[in-house]
């Protein structure tokens, strides 16, 4: 379930260039498997080769997967998806995705007058000047109306 909700946030032109990269690392194990395999041992020689080109076009399509991921939620929260992917994929041991996780915002709702993606914390949608709804605050120490009351100086 997790895998499919994951799957259709990523952009179809990812998920098939996953499936390029899946395609040509195998193919080019085959080849190399048979250009290095001796008369006799051909097919051991190309499957080793191949599972090898297999193992890397995964761990290629998965790291694709999650940079088109980045991209789609970083779109989906008015945040600069570029940006944003060059982080996750130019920072080493995985620390652009983790720097990701940590400092995105909340998700950005459609303006409603013209339909442009407005973050939350904007009054007004920058595309047409239509004033935004107010955000319900949630009851509760963080929220408005708390059963806490205010400190008072003195």
């Not at 080769?49 to 989906?76: E, H, K, N």
């Not at 920072?91 to 998700?107: A, D, I, N, S």
Request: charged share 10%.
């Amino acid at each position: 379930m997790m895998l499919r909700r994951f799957m259709s946030s990523v952009p179809k032109r990812v998920q098939l260039w996953a499936w390029v990269a899946v395609g040509c690392a195998l193919l080019i194990g085959l080849v190399a498997g048979y250009e290095a395999a001796d008369k006799g041992s051909v097919l051991r020689t190309m499957s080793a080769f191949g599972s090898a080109g297999l193992s890397f076009g995964m761990l290629a399509a998965i790291w694709l997967l999650c940079l088109g991921f980045v991209y789609a939620d970083a779109r989906r929260r008015a945040m600069r998806p570029v940006l944003w992917v060059l982080v996750a994929a130019l920072f080493p041991h995985l620390l652009g995705f983790l720097l990701y996780f940590v400092l995105r915002q909340p998700l950005a709702l459609p303006c409603g007058h013209c339909g442009h993606t407005v973050p939350l914390q904007q009054r007004f949608c920058s595309e047409c000047g239509a004033a935004q709804a107010e955000p319900v605050a949630a009851n509760g120490p963080l929220g408005g109306d708390s059963a806490i009351p205010p400190l008072s100086a003195g």
